[in-house]
């Protein structure tokens, strides 16, 4: 009798030590033809030491969009607040619109705009839901590095990519160099070998780069190429994607270390250190 019942009680306590601590529901409205957020954002959370701690949930609305233009990214936007009226009924802690060009497009300021609009949103499902932009997380991510100088690689074609520039400029942040990888089929940029930036990056014109965006584009994976990047350069790297995290992560108020996110994300990376954050 005596040693089942500590059979029981140490499985009690087994379950309890298991059991997470914090469960966070994160919700993510993506184009339709997007394949990356809602792979490489639970890959870096996977990531986290303590997994007991910790239990997120992702649930995801679409808005139509296949080809990367004005048009159609215009006609994107159009479909925002039905997805995060969507979103508002699986009651969701945080959300995130991930599309940073489609933002970015609409000109400075529309980050700010839109996010208000649909804090509002997705607060009828939880009055205590908080709403994020990718566009509005890079701004923020990058500052956080103490970065007011960038360089960037892009799978849009040239002239959004300088809409994405001047948005960043007029946020204060200053683009050293840019390249724009001119690919207009969004399946396409998913599709690509996210370590093909590694050897992208070293086209690039770091001599006065405070941190390195190597992907500012939510579909474009880059996840496997940015600790590569940032130990061969030795700048703080990011992406669209990993901006978007921290921000997630920073309004869920959880204070987590990432391996192999970056200095954004991974408080103990090589690069953070020597650069004292």
Same mark, same amino acid.
């Given at each position: 009798m005596n040693q089942m019942h500590?059979?029981?009680s140490a499985s009690?306590? !087994? +379950?309890?030590?298991?059991?997470?601590?914090?469960?966070?529901?994160?919700?993510?409205?993506?184009?339709?033809?997007?394949t990356t957020m809602e792979t490489e954002l639970p890959e870096l959370l996977d990531r986290i030491e303590d997994q007991n701690?910790?239990?997120?949930?992702?649930?995801?609305?679409?808005?139509?969009?296949?080809?990367v233009s004005p048009e159609e990214l215009l006609a994107m936007n159009a479909q925002a607040d039905r997805c995060v009226e969507e979103l508002s009924d699986a009651a969701v802690d945080v959300a995130a619109y991930a599309c940073l060009v489609a933002v970015m497009s609409q000109g400075p300021g529309h980050a700010i705009r839109l996010g208000d609009r649909l804090t509002t949103l997705v607060r009828k499902g939880n009055p205590a839901a908080q709403m994020v932009t990718s566009a509005g997380a890079l701004i923020d991510g990058i500052k956080s590095l103490d970065a007011s100088r960038v360089a960037l690689i892009t799978p849009y074609m040239k002239p959004l990519t300088q809409l994405v520039i001047n948005c960043l400029e007029d946020a204060g942040i200053e683009v050293v160099d840019s390249i724009s990888l001119e690919i207009a089929d969004n399946l396409e940029v998913g599709r690509r070998n996210p370590l093909d930036l590694v050897e992208i990056a070293r086209d690039l014109d770091l001599s006065r780069a405070d941190a390195l965006v190597l992907s500012a584009c939510v579909q474009m994976p880059s996840l496997e190429a940015i600790p590569v990047v940032e130990n061969e350069h030795r700048l703080p790297v990011?992406?669209?994607?990993?901006?978007?995290?921290? !921000?997630? +992560?920073?309004? +869920?108020?959880?204070?987590?270390?990432?391996? =192999? =996110? =970056? !200095? +954004?994300?991974?408080?103990n990376s090589a690069v953070a250190k020597e650069r004292g954050q």
């Amino acid at each position: 009798m005596n040693q089942m019942h500590h059979i029981q009680s140490a499985s009690k306590a !087994s +379950l309890v030590r298991m059991r997470p601590a914090s469960r966070h529901r994160i919700g993510l409205v993506v184009p339709s033809s997007n394949t990356t957020m809602e792979t490489e954002l639970p890959e870096l959370l996977d990531r986290i030491e303590d997994q007991n701690a910790y239990r997120f949930t992702f649930h995801s609305s679409r808005m139509r969009m296949k080809t990367v233009s004005p048009e159609e990214l215009l006609a994107m936007n159009a479909q925002a607040d039905r997805c995060v009226e969507e979103l508002s009924d699986a009651a969701v802690d945080v959300a995130a619109y991930a599309c940073l060009v489609a933002v970015m497009s609409q000109g400075p300021g529309h980050a700010i705009r839109l996010g208000d609009r649909l804090t509002t949103l997705v607060r009828k499902g939880n009055p205590a839901a908080q709403m994020v932009t990718s566009a509005g997380a890079l701004i923020d991510g990058i500052k956080s590095l103490d970065a007011s100088r960038v360089a960037l690689i892009t799978p849009y074609m040239k002239p959004l990519t300088q809409l994405v520039i001047n948005c960043l400029e007029d946020a204060g942040i200053e683009v050293v160099d840019s390249i724009s990888l001119e690919i207009a089929d969004n399946l396409e940029v998913g599709r690509r070998n996210p370590l093909d930036l590694v050897e992208i990056a070293r086209d690039l014109d770091l001599s006065r780069a405070d941190a390195l965006v190597l992907s500012a584009c939510v579909q474009m994976p880059s996840l496997e190429a940015i600790p590569v990047v940032e130990n061969e350069h030795r700048l703080p790297v990011l992406s669209a994607a990993t901006a978007t995290l921290r !921000s997630i +992560l920073d309004k +869920l108020k959880l204070d987590v270390s990432i391996p =192999g =996110g =970056g !200095s +954004l994300l991974e408080t103990n990376s090589a690069v953070a250190k020597e650069r004292g954050q």
